[in-house]
């Protein structure tokens, strides 16, 4: 028996040795994947990259490359700020949960005991949405981020528009992802805590973690420095574009930050919410965060063909799923241009940051599971390649999809009216109007921001939208001839505009 108490008396001290060792190991590796990763954003063509990587509560690594923006000369550091894109939603859970804490709110009540006057387009719907659904993409809604990201609304009328919007699915049957059901709870939080979503982030979590280059909205960068440029590729080029924003939605996707203040947020959750040793969430409420809350369709990522996980599920804000025997909470972030992924094996205190300026860098991927493998002792596997290959392999089936789309095509038609006959407004409850004009004897199509182009037939009475926003890829835009002469509606978008009356 005294040995054995000699032995148990001793094991926090060999326990503390391993670690240490652990820790020695895993410096050289990291010069080779500073190595690696160098090569890598080369192949990826990716203008500017940026990688943190927090273990123990500590941040091992965290480094930029590349530029900011192409053609000039400020470099990428840990730093740069980008967009974090929907990783932010995990940040208006928390704020969520610390109302919940509070008992300010909870997650099972309906949200309209919050927010009185909301309303969507089923009134069952209405009632027994919950806040919680507002975070899991099972509230029984469609996408709808045409209302954001094409139409030109502000927030309140966003919210106020999807009471328009027609149910795609019972409520919590499915998975749907949706932006604007974030919104609404930033709205819950505005009206539980009496400040608005982002003062309320700045408040109770940025000025705790110490998250001093973060900011909630692209707004609030104006006149700052040390921002990241989006980057798309635009036929064989890499190019810079213009920010996108996403303000209007901003609880599910508008913070910049860059990966040295992500590191602080990824400590944060792997300390299950506490900050130099104090909790901002409670260890019950933090558990539900990261609870699996629905099952959600893994092929929202590709990688997943080669990650082959045993499930794949949805928390709060969170993706949930297996690799090699962990459980791993990630999300990732794409907005025009910007690309950003947090990645954390919480049982092993390991979290990775990569935030990029290139439009869906799927390096963000590699780079994640390449770090898993490297402080899980799994054999050393080249992620980057396998995911070129994996993405330059669907960017083929794209491509053969165009090609198929361009065969369907029926040669030697014409339109069955002339061509004044499709100018006028086509309306939508949910989305807006549509203004099909005569330009130098070309059909021109306008919705909303960005959504303008001039139209070229296609075929009988389909036409081809090629936008003036470059970023688009070019559309079919369907008339419906109303059998007197004029057109009844237009299907854009896969959604469809009535002609509206003719003004008196």
């Avoid at 990732?332 to 979290?351: C, K, V």
């Avoid at 009475?461 to 419906?480: E, H, M, N």
């Amino acid at each position: 028996m005294p040995t054995l108490v000699r032995v148990l008396s001793a094991l926090p001290l060999i326990v503390a040795a391993a670690s240490a060792d652990a820790q020695r190991a895993a410096r050289p590796a990291l010069n080779d994947l500073d190595a690696y990763i160098t090569r890598a954003v080369t192949e990826w063509r990716i203008p500017g990259l940026a990688i943190s990587i927090v273990k123990d509560d500590s941040v091992v690594f965290a480094k930029g490359y590349g530029v900011r923006e192409l053609g000039k000369p400020g470099a990428v550091d840990a730093g740069t700020r980008f967009a974090i894109g929907s990783t932010t939603k995990a940040m208006t859970a928390v704020a969520l949960g610390m109302l919940v804490d509070e008992k300010k709110v909870r997650w099972d009540e309906p949200v309209i005991t919050y927010l009185p006057g909301f309303r969507v387009g089923d009134p069952y719907v209405t009632r027994e949405l919950t806040v919680r659904d507002l975070l899991t993409h099972r509230g029984g809604l469609g996408n709808a981020d045409l209302l954001w990201a094409s139409a030109d609304y502000p927030a309140e009328e966003i919210t106020r528009r999807v009471a328009t919007l027609a149910p795609a699915y019972s409520l919590r049957s499915r998975f749907i992802y949706q932006n604007i059901m974030y919104a609404v709870a930033g709205d819950v939080i505005a009206a539980a805590s009496g400040m608005p979503w982002a003062q309320f982030l700045r408040t109770r979590i940025f000025e705790p973690l110490g998250m001093r280059a973060t900011e909630p909205t692209l707004a609030a960068l104006h006149g700052q420095s040390n921002i990241a440029t989006p980057h798309m590729e635009l036929g064989d080029t890499i190019r810079p574009v213009a920010n996108r924003p996403v303000d209007a939605v901003g609880p599910a996707g508008s913070v910049w930050s860059s990966v040295g203040d992500m590191a602080k947020w990824a400590r944060f959750i792997l300390d299950s919410g506490r900050v130099g040793g104090k909790r901002l969430l409670s260890e019950a409420t933090f558990r539900e965060l990261l609870s699996p809350q629905v099952v959600a369709p893994r092929e929202m990522y590709s990688t997943m063909a080669l990650v082959r996980p045993h499930f794949f599920t949805y928390g709060l804000g969170w993706f949930l799923h297996d690799y090699q025997g962990q459980a791993v909470a990630m999300h990732t972030g794409s907005i025009d241009g910007m690309s950003a992924l947090i990645g954390l094996i919480p049982d092993r205190r390991l979290g990775v940051y990569v935030l990029a300026n290139l439009d869906h860098a799927e390096l963000r991927h590699a780079l994640m599971y390449r770090v898993f493998d490297l402080y899980s002792g799994n054999a050393p596997r080249d992620w980057s390649k396998e995911l070129l290959a994996l993405y330059a392999g669907l960017e083929r089936q794209a491509d053969s999809a165009r090609r198929d789309q361009l065969q369907r095509r029926v040669a030697d038609t014409r339109p069955s009216l002339p061509i004044d006959r499709y100018a006028g407004t086509y309306t939508n409850q949910t989305y807006g109007n549509v203004v099909v004009t005569v330009r130098d004897d070309a059909l021109h199509f306008a919705f909303g921001r960005g959504r303008a182009g001039t139209l070229t037939h296609w075929h009988y009475d389909t036409f081809q939208a090629k936008w003036d926003d470059v970023r688009r890829d070019p559309s079919l835009i369907v008339f419906v001839p109303d059998g007197t002469g004029g057109v009844s509606s237009v299907r854009a978008f896969g959604i469809t505009f009535t002609r509206a009356a003719a003004a008196r």
